[in-house]
């Protein structure tokens, strides 16, 4: 028991024990100072919650910085850099508008003188034959009007010849008053060929026509308008127009006017001599037609000898209808003979008169 029993000298004594405890409360008073030493796990809460704070502000700012440098689709999205381009591409467009304008000033002139550029009638018609509607022609380049005796009514009979075809045909010539009908009928082996037809009245030119037909075999009728009234030729068929010029005859029509031009005017039956009638078909065409003297000749037919003068349409284009024709002077100039051919290959149709008859 002795032997176990602690040794006084290995007893802590009460002074050791007050030092002991002395010491721990100094250390707990270091700790409690804030020295950095072993509480890394305590520290994170208060200063976790000091720096969110600062981020809350700080940041929320830079953000939006951060974005448009760094972020292509922003970049390319914005759109105020393209509105100049645009800008700049309109603006050529405005350039053409300024020529019109520059145009029509420099053109002004050329439309107070219309005379100035007006084209010669041959270009005129030619105009009005591809669809266009031409301006009238000024009065110098129209034909000139003549004096005319109008031969009295008849009807005369023709032998009548194409190629290898012969058969008869028959012109009427009806004046009443101040109207007229005029027809031409051609017939081989019993058909009806050619029927044309003119209608109208007249005027201090002349006959003047209103409305022209004509008809071939197997065709329907075509026809010619000359609306008087409103100063230009109209057609059944094709809608081109011209200028209804004073003295303007039909395909039909020429042939009587042309006689009573003779016979009012006889100085045109010598060299030189020529007569001008813008003459219109039913299809559309129409053209200045140049009938010059010839000759005097003496010609036969059923009906006898004919001392006759002779007139020719020559041909000035391409496809032009070119006329003979030979007046009786002893018969108003009426015509006794006439052939028409159609360049280059047309059968000419010949007419040579077999009986003159007047009505009673």
Known sequence: MDELSEPQSLRPRPRVWLALVAAIAALHGLLLAGLPFGVTERAPRPVRTAPLEVRSLAPAAAAPVVLAVESPPPAVAVAPRPAPLRRKLRAPAATPLAEPIALADAAAPAAATPEAD?????????????????????????????????????????????????????????????RYELRLE??????????????????????????????????????????????????????????????????????????????????????????????????????????????????????????AVKFTREPRKPYDTQVEVWLDPARQYLPVRAKLAAPPNGDALELVLRELQSPP
């Open 186 to 307: 051609g017939r081989v082996a019993g058909l009806s060929i050619l029927t044309q037809t003119s209608q109208g009245g007249f005027d201090e030119a002349g006959i003047a026509p209103v409305r022209y037909t004509d008809q071939r075999l197997r065709g329907g009728v075509q026809a010619a308008n000359f609306q008087r009234e409103r100063g230009k030729i109209t057609y059944s068929g094709p809608s081109n127009e011209y200028p209804l010029l004073a003295g303007a005859q039909d395909r039909l029509s020429w042939m009587i006017q042309l006689a009573a031009v003779a016979s009012a005017e006889p100085q045109r039956l010598a060299p030189g001599g020529k007569v001008v009638f813008f003459v219109s078909g039913a299809r559309g065409d129409a053209d200045v037609w140049v009938f010059r003297f010839v000759a005097r000749e003496r010609i036969s037919t059923d009906a006898g000898p004919v001392n």
């Open 118 to 178: 007006s084209p010669p009638i041959e270009a005129t018609y030619l105009v009005a034959a591809a669809g266009a509607t031409p301006r009238p022609a000024p009065a110098s380049e129209a034909p000139p009007l003549y004096r005319t005796r109008m031969p009295p009514p008849a009807t005369l009979r023709y032998d009548l010849k194409r190629g290898m075809l012969s058969g008869s045909g028959e012109l009427s010539w009806r004046p009443a008053g101040h």
